[in-house]
């Protein structure tokens, strides 16, 4: 009995130490986390890759713990990364998403296609970068939604990135009818899309005739404008035309079309 007691208390209390160096662990790692989310918001660090390097210091930390743990065990740490670099084709084949997506992540911010707060278009969806973590990347939409998209699709797609350039054109399609005056529809266009504050000078607005519709003359008409103006001006440019049209007698033809979707 006296052996059994003196070969089963060494595990016992090498199993009640790993335990205890698991809960202090995860606490400590959860400290040193927070310390370093806090220490990188405050740093000159570049905002995109802010959440990544938290995660991966996480991620790192607790691989870490794991060996730290197999060791107190008594497990040979040198036989056990043998056996993980032998099970390593095993593992890479039923992690190859995460692996591909860990790779895309660390090609995304080498390449830089975008970084945090740019409003981008990819995948499928759109919206503001709001962090590019290890293995996804946070979308947030115009209403809000949070938008997960794996770093290894997305490194793999076409990416629209509507926040790089600074001005942006704007493009309006306006029809009349046919007995309208074309000249002053051309003059009350333009004196729209040039009194608008935020429109650009230059390049000059672009108005012109652009197509001979089944039941209106179309006009196209082309206005450049700050990135962050575009939503603005594009609304108040289509408000400001109904409003003057009405006021010249312009006429706006009833679209055929519209009537016959209604009507089913």
């Known amino acids: ?10 595990i016992i209390k090498n199993i009640i130490l790993a335990l205890l160096t698991v809960l202090v662990g995860l606490k400590v790692i959860q400290w040193i986390t927070e310390g370093a989310e806090k220490f990188v918001e405050k740093s000159s660090f570049d905002k995109t890759l802010k959440p ?15 060996i730290s743990v197999i060791s107190i065990l008594g497990i040979d740490t040198t036989s056990f990364v043998a056996v993980i670099a032998a099970a390593g084709f095993a593992v890479g084949l039923a992690f190859k998403g995460s692996l591909s997506n860990f790779a895309g992540g660390v090609l995304l911010l080498a390449l830089r296609p ?10 499928g969806f759109s919206g503001t970068v709001q962090a590019i973590q290890i293995l996804y990347t946070e ?12 770093n290894g699709s997305l490194s793999n797609s076409s990416i629209v990135n509507y926040s790089i350039k600074d001005t942006r054109r704007v493009d309006f399609k306006f029809g009349v ?4 005056d074309t000249s ?26 652009s197509e001979h519709g089944d039941s209106a003359i179309v006009f196209a008409v082309r206005v450049w404008v700050k990135a962050q103006d575009y ?12 409003k003057r049209f009405d006021e010249e007698g312009i006429s706006i033809p009833y679209p055929q079309m519209d009537v016959h979707l209604k009507q089913q």
């Open 177 to 180: 009818g046919y007995e309208s």
């Open 1 to 10: 009995m006296n052996n059994i007691i003196y070969l089963v208390m060494p």
């Open 139 to 150: 979308l947030v939409s115009v209403d809000n939604k949070v938008i997960f998209i794996p």
């Open 114 to 123: 975008f970084k945090v707060g740019d409003y981008i278009e990819a995948s």
């Open 231 to 242: 939503w603005t001006v594009y609304f108040d440019v289509v408000e400001t035309v109904k």
């Open 184 to 209: 002053m529809v051309k003059e009350v266009l333009k004196a729209v899309v040039g009194s608008h504050p935020l429109v650009l000078n230059d390049p000059e607005p672009f108005v012109r005739m």
């Open 52 to 66: 990544f390097v938290v995660s991966l210091i996480n991620a790192l930390l607790k691989v870490l713990l794991v």
